[in-house]
């Protein structure tokens, strides 16, 4: 069984991933939100019998406030629910310089990357990062990927983002927020929801009439997405049960084309990918049409609600229709007035693609493998 739902989770991303036998369910969670969402993200955790509320690895894949927020509450809330976690994946300030590792007393950090570590610190440090005994989970410069040890039955990750560059991005950003929060270096608590970075202008107006034209949107130059935060997205290559499923969080599209590149068995043909976690909630910045030529993949998961940024953006979901061929399906966690343009049948039939939308307002989305 290798299951990943998409929680509702707003604009943020809530990725709760089931794999194991119906005799034996281990869970990862990556992201958990905003804070607005953790609610969601408690429900599912306290619907466990409490003997089964184990998190083999809880990932938080960049410290802007719709990953990071709802994890902030969870690491509060973690003791009083009787949730325990095998490992805690994050990058922090201290690993933003080479070679830096988890430090128990001296950490440096900003607004709610810093109010993580705090948290992660307090329900003990030993798992945090400790894939890379502590360190900063980095894509190596050259050489083969970060393939990590097999979690407890049997689940295989590969690091695909961030590479070393994307980090040294982030700590003047990171140093910035700190001074401009007034934050005393070291002694930062408060779990401030402002945002440290917001490089992308919300989309603009894309008042259509009738269907959306898929060549015309397609064929729209790729802009690169810059904000620095997104760069520094630990993303993930999932492989279980002979299915492969890549977790992009909010990674950069040239980061993620290299990364896969790199992979074993790579060099033969297009790399087969059974579901796609798409990158920075379908954003025309972060879907490029030299990633989706990269992998043959059909199942593309989208994560918002479109609200703030108005996400998916067209031109994202138009290039996936065109590049990744007939049998596309795009399975949303919302049903929007910024993704239900998909759902006309017309546009279906042309572009031999579906949608798949929640059972209700907030159901979610999921999407199981057959053994
Ligand atoms: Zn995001």
């Known amino acids: 069984m290798f299951r990943i739902d998409l929680l509702p989770a707003e604009f943020g991303d ?26 969601v993200v408690r429900q599912r955790l306290q619907a466990l ?29 973690c003791k009083a629910l009787g949730v325990s976690f095998g490992e805690i994946w994050f990058n922090g300030y201290i690993h933003l310089t080479p070679g830096g590792t988890v430090e128990h007393d001296d950490t440096l950090g900003a607004l709610q990357g810093e109010a993580l570590t705090e ?13 890379v005994k502590g360190g900063a989970l980095v894509v190596p410069d050259s050489g083969p990927l970060l393939a990590f040890p097999e979690l407890p039955g049997g689940m295989r990750l590969t690091l695909l983002s961030p590479t070393q560059v994307q980090l040294d991005r982030l700590k003047p950003t990171w140093e910035a927020a700190c001074r401009k929060a ?35 949107l397609a064929a729209k130059p790729f802009r690169p997405d810059r904000s620095r935060p997104n760069g520094s997205s630990i993303a993930l290559l999932a492989e279980y049960d002979g299915r492969r499923v890549v977790l992009a969080a909010d990674a950069f599209a040239p980061v993620l084309i290299d990364s896969l590149s790199r992979l074993p ?36 998961l989208i994560s918002t609600n479109g609200k703030v940024f108005r996400h998916p953006d067209l031109e994202a979901i138009a290039r996936i229709i065109k590049g990744s061929g007939p049998g596309t399906v795009l399975h949303f966690n919302y049903r929007t007035e910024f993704n239900e343009m998909w759902a006309a049948s017309g546009l279906q039939r042309k572009h031999a693609f579906k949608t798949r939308y929640p059972a209700g307002p907030n159901a979610g989305i999921g999407i199981e493998f057959e053994a």
């Open 14 to 39: 809530a990725l709760w991933i089931e794999y194991g036998s119906a005799g034996k369910v281990h869970r990862i969670l990556v992201d958990c939100g905003t804070s607005a969402v953790y609610p």
């Open 49 to 77: 019998p409490t003997k089964e509320r184990h998190i083999e690895l809880l990932v938080i894949s960049h410290i802007d406030i719709d990953h990071i927020g709802g994890a902030l509450d969870l690491l509060n809330d």
């Open 119 to 131: 948290l992660i610190v307090a329900q003990g440090a030993g798992n945090w990062n400790k894939a």
């Open 182 to 216: 007034g934050l005393v270096p070291g002694k930062a608590t408060l779990a401030d929801e402002k945002r440290l970075e917001e490089d992308e202008a919300p989309g603009e107006e894309d008042d259509i009439l009738g269907d959306p034209d898929v060549a015309q």
């Open 265 to 300: 068995g790579s060099g033969r043909g297009k790399l087969k990918i059974d579901a796609f976690k798409m990158s920075h909630h379908a954003s025309r910045g972060n879907i490029s049409p030299e990633l989706i030529a990269a992998i043959d993949c059909k199942n593309w």
